[in-house]
Structures are given as C-alpha cells and as structure tokens.
C-alpha cells in the first residue's frame, strides 16, 4: 500500500538535544511538507520541498531544518534553538503541479520535551 | 494573521442531527478549499474539497456550501454518526508553482448517542 510513514510515533527530548524525526513515501509524490499541529492553532508550516535538493522555509522555520536528498524521503530536525518543541509534527506529501490538490498526511509524531 | 478563519473551535451534536462548521478568508487569490477529517492519534485525511466555481458539493452526508461574494464556506454533515466525531479543519491554497495551504485553526465535533 502506498502511503506516508512516519517515525518515531513517539520521542521524548532533553532541554538542548537536537531530535531528527524521519518521513518516509512511496507515493512517488514530487512535493513534501512538515506541519507542526498545536491545540487551538490548527496546522502550521514549518518547510517545504518541491524537488530533490531544494526546499523552502515555511510560517514557522526558526529552530528546525530538513533535508531533502531523496525523492522519497524528507526528515525534520528539531533543533535545540526551537524554544517550545513539544508538539504534534504531521509529514504530508503532493502531486507536485500547477493546480491545487490533495496533501496526503502521515500518522504524525508526538514530541515531548521533558 | 490567521488567513482562514474556522468556527466553532468545538461542536457537540446529537446522532442523527446536522453538524455545521463555517470558514471565512479574505485573500480571493485561494482557488482551492478542501476540508480534512482528523482521527485522535491520526493524520488528516481528505474528506471533500471544492473550487470557487460551484456553490454547492455533495458527497454522501458531507455537504460543503461555498459563497463566493461572502468569501465563506461551510461543511454540513447531514445525519451526524458517532463515527464523525473527529477534528475537522477547513483548509484553502492557491495556485503558483507549488501548493501551499492553509489551514483554519481546526473544529472539534462530538456526536453524542
């Protein structure tokens, strides 16, 4: 079945460690996505990638980064710098074209700053 | 600056009734507007999308109702099955490139038995 994979599901940091979260997808999809969902803030844009080797800061960049080396694979970094990390983080993926279209999401994961 | 602007934050309904969730937005560059249905635990998932085009599109109990000259939108959610309770978000993007959305700040609907 095609589809998104993230992992891990769940990740507790410590104050001042950096955290990779991966993305994984099959889905032959040209356009990746890293969203970082709050309660009562819906789903924020931290960046995004339209090709291979390239991508673009989001609303909410500072303190995270991302790579983009694969076609099928996008991971996040949740660095140090970021000041409140503990989140929900949705990886999403797009028929890359001119027109709108469907994101299609993974199943998200939970990080936790102890 | 919130583009999108979703109400009601929460929603209670009983099974059986209509469940109702509204959006505005204000840039009319958005082309697209596509709501998504969020499972405790889960990704969003695509549940009905429109274009600016139509006022109207069904599919099955979802409903979304689009008035252009408002620059509103809402999903209707006819007969409300227990099964429905999730978070909805309503969503817009516009063309350029890339696809870029953005997303309402999220409804939590409870259907109550």
């Known amino acids: 079945d095609g589809g998104i994979t993230q992992s891990p599901k769940y990740l507790f940091r410590k104050e001042g460690q950096n955290v990779t979260l991966s993305c994984e997808q099959n889905?032959?999809?040209?356009?990746m996505y890293w969203y970082r969902q709050d309660p009562g803030q819906g789903l924020r844009l931290i960046y995004y990638?339209?090709?291979?080797?390239?991508?673009q800061k989001g609303d909410i960049a500072e303190g995270y980064s991302v790579s983009r080396e694969k076609k099928e694979s996008f991971p996040l970094t949740v660095t140090s710098a970021q000041k409140n990390p503990t989140a929900f983080y949705l990886c999403?993926?797009?028929?890359?074209?001119?027109?709108?279209?469907?994101?299609?999401f993974g199943e998200g994961s939970r990080l936790t700053v102890l | 600056q919130q583009q999108v602007k979703q109400s009601p934050q929460s929603l209670i309904v009983q099974k059986g009734g209509i469940s109702i969730i509204n959006c505005a937005y204000e840039?009319?560059?958005?082309?697209?507007f596509p709501w998504y249905q969020q499972f405790p635990g889960k990704g969003p998932a695509l549940l009905i999308a429109?274009?600016?085009?139509?006022s109207e599109k069904k599919e099955g109990r979802f409903t979304i109702s689009f008035n252009k000259s408002a620059k509103q939108f809402s999903l209707h959610i006819m007969d409300s099955q227990p099964g429905d309770s999730a978070t909805y978000f309503c969503?817009?993007?516009?063309?350029?490139?890339?696809?870029?959305?953005?997303f309402g700040i999220g409804t939590k609907l409870q259907v109550i038995p």
């Open positions: 969503a817009a993007s516009w063309p350029g490139g890339y696809q870029k959305v953005t």
């Open positions: 889905l032959n999809h040209d356009a």
């Open positions: 840039n009319t560059a958005f082309d697209y």
């Open positions: 429109i274009r600016p085009d139509v």
């Open positions: 999403a993926s797009s028929i890359l074209l001119l027109d709108a279209g469907e994101l299609f």
């Open positions: 990638s339209q090709i291979v080797n390239d991508f």
